[in-house]
């Protein structure tokens, strides 16, 4: 803050110098002043500027003109001191004004009509507004809290954002890649340009299911380019919003622009099915000219391109493969060292990375080495099987399974029927994945069995025994409530 502190007390000296004797009877800001005076000139004030600190350096060369950063001086220097704003409601009966900038740069004259409000929308992108005047030249301007604080070199979020934003710097350790990203991050990297290009748009939809690792991907293209980005739980930031939801899309974007970060929604979907919700989030995050690249990360089936009246781009990532689940369970099993069957878990499992980090969140506290493989069979399909939400009520239900093979009394040719199906199951990830015969296969690679007979011959039990076998929930569905008794017609 000494730094912060030095400037504040500079911009006081000119104030005084500026109105003279009717400065001089607030003696309670006299002792905020330089002890020794500084003559204005513009070579002197060219030397001060060159021996700011990085942050005012960056600021200054975003303001560019020499009173929207004499302007933000004034309101940095009536944060640090009360007295100051008192003063400065004294002498011109309002607080920071533009119009006050241009009166002590005696550039009141310099620009035209046009020049100034534009110049005024920039310095705006930084201060906030207390009290807004017909005339915008006259509207009061101040700094707030975080904007001092990061001019000190403190990067905390305001503590109206750490709940539903995250900062990622590029400096920052990334996280870890558990799968092939070369092929993804081409694209984005090929997509994003920092600052947006003038022949791209700036506006990337991301389609992928929850925990592909869009925020991994965007993060490796960000540390490429020496940049970084703001993460934002756009579901989370609207709750804790409510009506002031327009200023904390303000503060984000302030944020975005301090540190020339893009700028990542994610929890949009939901958001953009309502017309009133979808309308605000288009017209105050997705607002051109863009100044940063803007990722809105959806599902597939989320549609956003036909209400937005300029291009974006549509980028759709398929969900994770066998080869990429396989990857993902071996170098969890790596991180976490364990030893387990991961190329028959990566094809037997369709998971995403989310789900899979989940997993092995619960082996943390179950597994052992001295477990057999059927023992870890077991507690990785329990493990899998809790993944995801199981139907509360209705026709679909999960029951459990416990008879074995030994227990089921058949004919030998139809025990090795079911045997044969637990073989393939086995063996799956063997033959279309270590022999390469997948290609080959394209459709129909997953088992189905009819079981028919008379009641009370073993059907429901041989699918009991298959469960059990397979380490693979059961689920008992009754067609009644699906399917009406006349053809063709479903219940409803």
């Keep these: 803050m000494q730094k912060i502190e030095e400037y504040s007390r500079w911009v006081i000296d000119r104030v005084f110098l500026y109105f ?113 005047m017909e005339n915008f030249l006259y509207s009061e301007l101040y700094a707030d809290e975080r904007l001092v604080l990061y001019l000190s070199g403190d990067d905390a979020l305001p503590d109206c954002l750490k709940n539903s934003c995250e ?73 804790d919003a409510g009506e002031e939801l327009k200023d904390f899309l ?84 790596l991180e976490y060292q364990m030893e387990l069957n991961c190329e028959q878990y990566g094809v037997k499992y369709h998971l995403s990375p989310k789900d899979i980090e989940k997993i092995f969140h619960g082996l943390t506290c179950f597994y052992q080495n001295s477990m057999t493989n059927q023992q870890k069979d077991k507690l990785v399909a329990e493990l899998c099987s809790n993944v995801h939400c199981q139907p509360k009520k209705g026709s679909l239900h999960k029951i459990s399974s416990f008879y074995t093979m030994n227990d089921l009394k058949l004919e030998p040719d139809k025990k090795r029927i079911l045997e044969n199906i637990c073989a393939y199951v086995f063996c799956q990830h063997k033959v279309y994945h270590t022999w390469n015969m997948n290609m080959k296969y394209s459709y129909g690679k997953n088992v189905t069995a009819l079981f028919y007979g008379p009641s009370g011959t073993g059907k429901t039990m041989a699918a009991h025994v298959l469960s059990h076998e397979l380490k693979m929930p059961l689920y008992q569905i009754d067609l009644s409530q699906v399917v009406d008794k006349y053809i063709g017609e479903r219940c409803v």
């Design 20 to 132: 003279g004797d009717e400065a001089l009877s607030y003696e309670s800001v006299s002792i905020h002043r330089l002890q020794t005076p500084i003559v204005f000139t513009q070579e002197v004030i060219q030397q001060t500027y060159e021996i700011e600190q990085d942050r005012y350096n960056v600021l200054f060369q975003k303001l560019s003109k020499e009173a929207l950063i004499l302007a933000l001086h004034l309101a940095v220097a009536q944060y640090l001191f009360p007295e100051f704003y008192h003063m400065l409601k004294g002498l011109t009966g309002q607080a920071v004004t533009m119009a006050l900038a241009l009166e002590l740069t005696g550039e009141s004259s310099t620009y035209t009509l046009s020049e100034l409000k534009k110049q005024y929308h920039i310095l705006r992108k930084y201060l906030r507004l207390e009290q807004k």
């Design 167 to 239: 900062l990622y710097f590029p400096n920052q350790l990334q996280s870890k890649k558990y799968f092939a990203t070369e092929y993804y991050e081409k694209i984005l990297s090929d997509s994003i340009s920092f600052p947006p290009s003038p022949i791209k748009t700036g506006v990337i939809q991301l389609c992928a299911e929850e925990g592909r690792g869009r925020k991994v991907l965007l993060r490796a293209v960000a540390a490429k380019k020496d940049a970084g980005w703001i993460f934002i739980s756009y579901d989370r930031l609207k709750t």
């Design 250 to 333: 303000w503060l984000i974007q302030r944020e975005a622009r301090l540190y020339d970060f893009g700028i990542s929604y994610y929890h949009v979907d939901s958001i953009l099915l309502e017309k009133e919700d979808r309308d605000i989030f288009i017209s105050y995050c997705l607002k051109p000219p863009l100044f940063t690249p803007v990722c809105i990360c959806t599902e597939e089936s989320t549609e956003l391109i036909p209400y937005v009246k300029y291009p974006i781009q549509k980028i759709i990532f398929p969900p994770c493969d066998s080869q990429e689940r396989i990857l993902l369970w071996k170098n969890f099993a």
